[in-house]
């Protein structure tokens, strides 16, 4: 089976301007995580959707930081307006059910600026 | 705070050489305990879990974990590391009650000289 896909692998922006970031999860998995590293530091939770719906979204940030998941299939993680600070590696991963390890992406890492 | 540590950040072993990392976590109630490995370039991949049963897990490529529910630990081992064992190594918590949320450590960064 095909593995999360995670898009783009780099990105590189300015201060300020806007990045959004594609996870296409393993076909039939519901739920859907999105995590970020930051250098030097552990892997955080962001958020975590069951199919379209937002299950758990207290690790996001801020409001800079819009996570969507239409239709249940693919979803993407927008940061607008981009900060220093937002730079990391952002990683996703998605699971048949909660119980089940995650099955994690390559990562995108953003570098800003 | 409750967290999840893993007391080496680097290590770095001779081929041959034994390995044990270390992960302790802080939470209480059922828990379900991974190690994650990601190789260079690659994606993080699920190395062993343990979710019941007999507290020591063995894992892909000879690796295993010991669950010590008394001391919070779920340390890694392997008798004899290869070259190709160079990678970082994440333990993870899954809390009962936030199923499915993984809480990691910093991560251990592995480097084996052949």
């Known amino acids: 089976e095909a593995g999360v896909t995670q898009f783009p692998s780099h990105s590189v922006i300015e201060k300020g301007q806007t990045v959004t970031l594609r996870c296409d999860p393993i076909?039939?998995?519901?739920?859907l995580y999105w995590y970020r590293r930051v250098m030097g530091k552990e892997i955080k939770f962001l958020l975590h959707?069951?199919?379209?719906?937002?299950?758990?979204e207290s690790g996001m940030p801020n409001n800079r930081f819009l996570a969507e998941r239409t239709g249940g299939t693919y979803s993407t993680l927008k940061v607008q307006p981009a900060e220093l600070e937002d730079s990391g590696v952002y990683f996703c991963?998605?699971?048949?059910?909660?119980?089940?390890?995650?099955?994690f992406g390559n990562g995108t890492r953003l570098t800003v600026t | 705070a409750q967290s999840v540590s893993q007391h080496n950040h680097h290590v770095i072993l001779s081929e041959a050489a034994s390995l044990e990392l270390g992960c302790n976590y802080s939470?209480?109630?059922?828990?379900?305990l991974f190690w994650y490995v990601q190789y260079p370039g690659q994606h993080l991949q699920l190395l062993l879990k343990?979710?019941?049963?007999?507290?020591l897990v063995k894992g892909i490529k000879g690796f295993e974990a010991e669950f010590i529910k008394s001391k919070f630990s779920f340390n890694l081992r392997k008798p004899s590391v290869q070259w190709s064992d160079t990678a970082e190594y994440f333990c993870?918590?899954?809390?009962?009650?936030?199923?499915?949320?993984?809480?990691f450590g910093r991560g251990t960064q592995l480097t084996v000289w052949p």
């Open positions: 991963a998605s699971s048949q059910d909660k119980q089940f390890f995650l099955h």
């Open positions: 076909s039939g998995h519901d739920n």
């Open positions: 959707f069951v199919k379209e719906s937002k299950q758990d």
């Open positions: 939470y209480g109630g059922t828990v379900n």
């Open positions: 343990y979710f019941s049963g007999d507290p």
């Open positions: 993870a918590v899954q809390r009962g009650s936030t199923l499915g949320r993984l809480y």
